[in-house]
């Protein structure tokens, strides 16, 4: 295994490491995590761009679960993202495997376990024992979408509009306007490739139309939304999609005197968790790991991170007492032993 936590330096290394990889292959499958962010949407439209200019490899990317938010619906649309789901992939029939914003044996992918896997580029912390041939990653970089963005520049690729649209969005949704977990070199990855960006795409992008269930979950959100001190807990119960509870966590830690925010969906059988602060250096990560039990199936970074529970033969009884334990952790984790919880909004 050739291991490179990227820094500038060491760009060009890993840019020959990648080369060294992909030589000989005709096609290179991409995996996506689950339910695909902007980042990684961005992150493996990268790396395609990356394999064909450099060894003329095809790729193509693929994803288990939904892709729900109208965001991410818009960008693959109005950027020509080309996404398969894993469900119709022949793994035997690509020469290599790579994973983006992810990792193999992490419980946010859908990777069956005895695929190997050729190439890993990632912003979380690397396992130390993770199978795969060349790990790239930097868990102080924003977005995994700024390592092959400077792998881009170094190997002098020219951006079409829609890669570096998308490059720059998932700069932007990732770290939030540049303002949560921001790298330097981040920043400089945005301004990069902003110039070369079709703002209309951007535009319709960020601003895309939502569809009335995301109305009807907002409501349910703020319903059952409730408080203590800092915290909020927003138990959504069966969602469509798992990124509205992501996009329920960052809304809810606007809300002025809070500091740190979890949100809770079912989606099948499973519970996803998705949590928030604005503290700097909160290790969040370790937080969502602490509330789910279970560090594969829990992951992130210092003021974001998720997780999934599994749960099977449940009914929705079960899934109240679950947000009532998951509820009680979150605050135990945090540091209080007994929390008074009251609705965030009081009744009309």
């Not at 890993?120 to 993770?130: K, L, M, Q, T, W």
């Not at 790239?136 to 092959?148: C, H, Q």
């Not at 977990?181 to 951007?202: G, H, W």
């Not at 800092?230 to 809070?258: K, N, Q």
Request: with cysteine; charged share 20%.
């Amino acid at each position: 295994m050739v291991k490179f936590s990227q820094s500038p330096n060491k760009i060009k290394a890993v840019l020959k490491a990648l080369e060294n990889q992909l030589q000989g292959a005709e096609s290179l499958l991409i995996i996506l995590h689950n339910n695909p962010d902007p980042d990684a949407i961005a992150s493996g439209f990268a790396l395609a761009t990356l394999a064909e200019s450099l060894c003329g490899v095809k790729s193509t990317m693929a994803y288990g679960g939904i892709l729900g938010r109208a965001e991410n619906r818009a960008m693959v649309s109005q950027l020509e993202i080309p996404l398969v789901k894993t469900s119709s992939i022949r793994y035997n029939k690509f020469d290599r495997i790579a994973m983006v914003d992810t990792q193999p044996g992490q419980g946010n992918n859908s990777l069956p376990a005895d695929i190997h896997t050729h190439i890993v580029f990632d912003h979380h912390a690397s396992g130390a024992n993770i199978d795969a041939d060349l790990v790239v990653y930097n868990s102080k970089l924003g977005a995994t979408a700024t390592l092959l963005c400077e792998l881009l520049m170094a190997a002098k690729i020219d951006l079409k509009v829609n890669l570096a649209t998308a490059i720059a969005y998932a700069i932007r949704s990732e770290t939030q306007e540049l303002r949560r977990e921001a790298n330097k070199r981040d920043i400089q990855a945005f301004l990069t490739v902003y110039p070369l960006c079709s703002l209309p795409k951007m535009g319709a992008i960020t601003n895309p139309t939502l569809l009335n269930s995301y109305f009807q979950e907002l409501a349910i959100a703020l319903n059952r939304a409730c408080k203590f001190q800092h915290l909020i807990f927003v138990p959504l119960g069966y969602v469509d999609a798992p990124e509205i509870i992501a996009e329920m966590s960052d809304f809810f830690l606007r809300r002025e005197r809070t500091s740190w925010a979890l949100a809770v969906g079912n989606v099948d059988d499973s519970m996803y968790l998705s949590l928030r602060t604005n503290k700097k250096n909160a290790r969040a990560f370790r937080v969502i790991q602490k509330i789910v039990g279970d560090n594969a199936n829990a992951g992130g970074h210092n003021q974001f991170a998720g997780g999934k529970i599994d749960l099977e033969h449940s009914d929705a009884g079960d899934m109240m007492l679950l947000e009532d334990d998951v509820r009680t952790r979150f605050a135990a984790v945090l540091g209080i032993k007994k929390a008074n919880w009251k609705p965030l909004i009081e009744k009309f």
